[in-house]
């Protein structure tokens, strides 16, 4: 652990903001861009082809959906369909696999060589993606369609709207937006019909999230509040320093907030939640990862994670691991039983990490891990995107345990009858 050159798995030629991993097909769906000002970046969503070769993975742009003026900032995928937030609307876009036009779908040795190569950072890769049109790749491959087929106005702050966070439910229901305005919004999905609109927080929402069950949506602002709401209802609100008297009030904000399951506990929830120092001191002080009950969010353990301001956090699937991205580019996973840190790699991007995605329990994504315990991606403003891995840790059968206790007392009874005659 410490600070390390990380390869990178794909170069974008554009910022990248957000990354998320389709369960069913195992596309890494990645997106950013310069915005809507005129500096030649563009603005895009790509598809990247994910491949285990060996214990070495590597990615090929599959597929590139330019967005014209509006950057992608933060995306959810539900089934076949990105929500995409852009400037201060959500805009709904569904992607198919299409057949590729040629008749060898896997294409030729050597031109599959090369789509590795390209995905692994090299100019291949980055004269591909500059192009973003799948006519210009080889026609043998794997070709996406992208579709926009609804829009809504998911912020309406009257200076600058930008919508900061989206969300489907887990049962697609429903489709949440938090933005710059304080506003959450809530709408019937697929139809869009607005369901809530109600203002959650003083100034900017930072995240939020919402239980398997829909019954609870948490929400984290900028001014200090984590807020547990049912409905449109504040349920409650947090207090992760309630018992710890060193920390003064308003001295730390609400970064960010995820539910994650327990493992092998079915009916069981956890609540995450990442605090940030609210002002910057020539000492940089503590950040702190708490782990709260997810039914009764009564707090279970707080831990420091690290003096670098955190960025934004992820859960696994299986909610065994967590992933911290921070503004200064390092990368961290944790174990989420004990909050302790299992993986750590410092400023391997060169500025703030922007989204962190684990590979899905599914399937496809089982087979992407590889021998890795966890694997995680991770994108940021300096236009890369990496691969996180962490080996399976080795265990024995507690049947080979038993047995080997079992002859360590037998060998050290022998041992003490050979010195000790009579001893038995």
């Known amino acids: ?50 491949e285990l070769v060996g214990d070495q993975h590597c990615a090929t742009l599959v597929h590139s959906h330019d967005t014209d003026t509006r950057a992608t900032m933060n995306l959810a995928i539900g089934g076949d369909v990105i929500a995409a937030g852009q400037d201060g ?57 992208v579709d926009t087929f609804g829009e809504v106005q998911s912020d309406l702050n009257p200076q600058d709207p930008l919508q900061k966070c989206v969300r489907f439910s887990p049962d697609l229901s429903l489709l949440l937006t938090g933005g710059t305005d304080g506003h959450i919004r809530v709408w019937e999905y697929p139809s869009l019909k607005e369901k809530l609109d109600f203002k959650a927080h003083e100034g900017e929402i930072e995240d939020l999230d919402i239980s398997p069950n829909n019954k609870h949506l948490v929400t984290v602002g900028r001014d ?20 710890m008297p060193q920390i003064a009030a308003k001295s730390y904000r609400y970064m ?56 934004t956090l992820a859960v696994s699937d299986s909610g065994t691991f967590l992933g911290l991205g921070t503004v200064t580019g390092s990368v961290a996973i944790y174990v989420a039983f004990s909050l302790q840190k299992l993986y750590y790699v410092q400023e391997c991007h060169g500025i703030v990490v922007t989204d962190l995605a684990f590979l899905p329990d599914t399937p496809k994504g089982q087979s992407l891990k590889g021998n890795n315990e966890a694997a995680m991606l991770s994108v940021a403003v300096d236009s890369r995107c990496q691969m996180h891995t962490v080996r399976n840790r080795r265990s ?29």
């Open 1 to 50: 652990m410490g600070k390390r050159r990380m390869p990178d798995l794909y170069r974008a030629p554009f910022p990248l903001y957000t990354i998320k991993v389709d369960p069913k097909t195992g596309w890494v769906i990645t997106a950013g861009g310069g915005g809507g000002s005129k500096t030649g970046i563009k603005n895009a969503v790509h598809f990247l082809g994910l």
């Open 89 to 145: 609307r959500c805009s709904l876009m569904r992607f198919r696999q299409r057949q590729p036009r040629g008749k060898d779908a896997g294409g030729g040795s050597e031109q599959g060589a090369a789509r590795r190569r390209a995905g692994k950072g090299g100019k291949g890769s980055e004269g591909a993606a500059a192009r973003g049109n799948v006519s210009e790749m080889n026609d043998n491959t794997t070709q996406i369609s």
């Open 224 to 243: 200090f509040a984590c807020s547990i709401w049912s409905g449109n209802q504040l349920a409650m609100s947090l207090c992760w320093h309630e018992k």
């Open 256 to 311: 960010s907030c995820r539910f994650g399951k327990v493992e092998d506990q079915k009916d069981t929830l956890r609540l995450y939640t990442v605090q940030i120092p609210h002002k910057r001191d020539r000492k940089p002080p503590q950040c702190y990862l708490s782990k709260w009950d997810g039914q009764n969010f009564l707090p279970m353990l707080t831990n420091p994670c690290g003096t670098e301001v955190i960025s």
């Open 396 to 424: 024995f059968p507690i049947w080979l345990v038993l047995f080997f206790c079992g002859l360590m007392v037998v060998g050290a009874i022998l041992l003490l009858q050979h010195l000790f005659p009579g001893f038995i």
